[in-house]
């Protein structure tokens, strides 16, 4: 009935759903009156986030339920343990995205389907028509969960071509399965795009892909480049501080991986099991790294770690009798070293969150004494729920609800609503994450990002810092 405009740019349909369940089981599965009903779930936003973090949880523990289901038959205990050990301390993102749900909670979940399906592969000598529709199944979901997961067709594709490649009477089967693979790869999408997404939407997803495809920076914002070696340099800069461990390790463990398997592979002539694993797991890893060093942000290398067990198997699967030990013992070393670097970082992240909150609630009692009658503007991601409104309202899309709220906002606004709104703004809420200091907002060409047109700093205007944020004055016309 309304655009879907919450599924556009990443298609992340399972988060999507879970924050729908979230919300139907905090008591609110139907709206009657909009504004009611709004204003209803906003009072009680603390249930609907408990759930939401209680459903996030649950889909790492099934995750983790499916990677032990799957993985069982091939390796022992111990070797699954540390495997699993290392995706939760190789980074603290992955911790970190089920205590405040997103795409990357999902994760583990479709790297253990992509096991799953690899080891399919690793089955079939004779390539049935199922393992490559079974493929483009799993494929389709890594990519209508986010975009940088398109890495697992990529992989899959990798392991197909190591398991049938390399006989003649395999590879008319490898051509018709890949055939097979991409047209329902291509038809699943596609009937999602239509039927859920909308075509519209759809359409729309597709061309920010492709932005964030050829350009840099964060969403495809920066230099039209496909990759830049300034966003390049950040990121790796950034490890350090983040504690992001996740991403040298895939991508150097991953890449030594998928080259010893494929050296291996080029030497023998003759597919094997361990090396087709090797192979994809390899370049799932190594691929996940580089997307994320192209668009680099801390909660994205949770998307990472999750690559990491199937490495972890893959060595112990290709390193055989004492050399599986081996490779054992450096995975439990590397593990020992990042846990407590890793912890340390986490314990901060919270800690910090926790007082930002408390810091928030006391900036947002001083802005309403502040700003007298003044209309006041909540720009991009200050963490007030005057925000929020309009991050809500502008991906529900629902036009009614969007009415209701104009004639109801109490005297603020947001960077999402501001073109909707006919009063002169007389203050501006600026988040101290994008602009740090008085010098920043101050030389800042637009400091409201968001909004429908820039605004700056003006003669006469008064700048006051608060504790998270800043609050720009306009002077009071008489």
């Known amino acids: 009935m309304y655009p879907a405009n919450g599924l556009t740019n990443h298609p992340g349909l399972p988060f999507y759903f879970l924050t729908w369940s979230a919300l139907a089981l905090s008591g609110y599965p139907f709206a009657s009156t909009p504004l009611e009903f709004f204003h209803a779930v906003l009072e009680h936003i603390r249930t609907y986030q408990l759930l939401a973090i209680a459903l996030a949880a649950l889909v790492g523990a099934c995750s983790v339920y499916l990677f032990v289901r799957i993985t069982a038959s091939l390796v022992s205990a111990p070797v699954i343990v540390l495997s699993i050990l ?14 405040s749900p997103s795409n990357e909670s999902f994760a583990f979940a ?33 990519y209508l969960n986010k975009l940088s997961y398109i890495y697992v067709p990529a992989a899959l594709c ?6 049938y490649g390399f006989s003649r009477s395999n590879s008319v089967r490898l051509l018709g399965g890949l055939i097979v693979f991409s047209a329902m790869f291509v038809a699943i999408l596609i009937a999602i795009g239509y039927f859920i997404i909308g075509w519209n939407d759809f359409r729309a997803l597709l061309n920010f892909h492709r932005a964030v495809a050829l350009g840099s920076g964060l969403y495809g914002a920066g230099s039209q480049t496909v990759v830049s070696s300034d966003e390049v340099l950040s990121a790796f800069r950034a490890i350090p501080s983040d504690k992001t461990f996740a991403l040298p390790i895939a991508l150097i463990g991953g890449a030594g991986l998928s080259l010893t398997a494929g050296l291996l592979l080029l030497r023998s002539r003759q597919p094997r099991p361990e090396l087709t694993i090797a192979i994809g797991c390899g370049v799932a890893s190594a691929l996940s790294a580089l997307f994320v060093f192209k668009h680099y942000a801390f909660h994205y290398s949770a ?53 930002l909150t408390k810091a928030a609630v006391l900036d947002r009692d001083e802005i309403r004494n502040l700003t007298g009658s003044r ?11 005057e925000y929020g409104e309009g991050f809500v309202l502008t991906y529900a899309g629902i036009q ?33 994450n994008y602009f740090p200091t008085a010098d920043a907002v101050k030389a800042a060409s637009n400091v409201d990002l968001l909004g429908p047109k820039p605004v700056q700093y003006q003669d006469g205007d008064t700048l006051l810092e608060l504790r998270t944020v800043f609050l720009l004055l306009r002077p009071v016309i008489q």
């Open 86 to 99: 290392l995706w939760m301390l190789s980074t603290p993102g992955t911790v970190t995205t089920f205590l």
């Open 158 to 163: 990798a392991a197909m071509i190591a398991q």
């Open 375 to 385: 209309v006041i503007e909540f720009a991009y991601r200050v963490p007030f729920p």
């Open 400 to 432: 009614p609800l969007t009415a209701a709220y104009l004639g109801d906002r109490r005297g603020t606004t947001n960077s999402f609503a501001e073109a909707l709104v006919h009063e002169d703004v007389g203050a501006y809420v600026i988040d101290k």
């Open 303 to 355: 998307g990472v770690s999750a690559t990491l067990p199937g490495c972890v198997i893959a060595f112990h699967l290709l390193m055989k009798g004492r050399l599986s030990r081996i490779a054992t013992l450096i995975a439990a070393s590397v593990t020992v070293l990042v846990a407590y670097p890793v912890a340390l970082r986490l314990q901060s992240y919270l800690r910090n969150h926790a007082e």
């Open 110 to 142: 479709v790297n253990s389907l992509f096991l799953f399906s690899l080891f399919q592969i690793t089955r079939d000598d004779r390539g049935m028509l199922k393992t490559f529709v079974l493929a483009a199944a799993v494929s389709s979901i890594a």
